[in-house]
């Protein structure tokens, strides 16, 4: 187990099928230091529900983007010094929710969509029932609402 952040271990963006092992890829900086961002600013403890995938469990998940930025990447690490970096599994995104069960009204859901959106780093953002998707894609931007999501509750 490795601290990521203040509030977030490795642990937690672990792939949760019993088929890969997930441990060796990561999840970029930029993906973990907006999600501290909003763990700080909402001020109680938040849960990843989904962090790292492997293909074959992103696969198995009804829905899914067939290119999701939870699948990890393989990307060279940013160091200009050296010409010898082994490429990395990179994940870059996370969905996540109020740790209190309590919390996660569609008002506390768009809360933290809301907050989100104050991160430049953040170029992907969902909002679902019960939960926020936000990643980090290095290219383009994407904003969407689950057609699942409701005030209703």
């Known amino acids: 187990m490795k601290l990521l952040s203040r509030h977030f271990q490795d642990t937690e963006f672990f792939c949760p099928c019993s088929l890969c092992d997930s441990s060796e890829a990561r999840v970029n900086s930029a993906t973990i ?7 700080t600013a909402v001020g109680v ?37 050296s010409h010898h970096l082994k490429p990395q599994l990179v994940s870059h995104a996370a969905d996540f929710t109020y740790y209190d069960s309590a919390l996660r ?12 959106t104050q ?7 969902g909002l679902y029932p019960g939960r926020v998707h936000l990643d980090t894609r290095p290219e383009g931007r994407a904003r969407w609402v689950d057609k699942e999501w409701s005030w209703k509750k």
């Open 119 to 125: 991160d430049i780093s953040v170029t992907g953002l």
């Open 105 to 116: 009204t569609s008002e506390g859901i768009l809360r933290l969509y809301v907050m989100a």
């Open 45 to 81: 403890p938040l849960t990843i529900t989904s962090g790292i995938r492997c293909k074959a469990h992103n696969d198995a998940i009804e829905n899914s983007a067939k290119n999701s930025w939870h699948v990890p990447r393989e990307t060279i690490p940013d160091c200009s010094i």
């Open 33 to 39: 230091i907006a999600l501290q961002r909003i763990r």
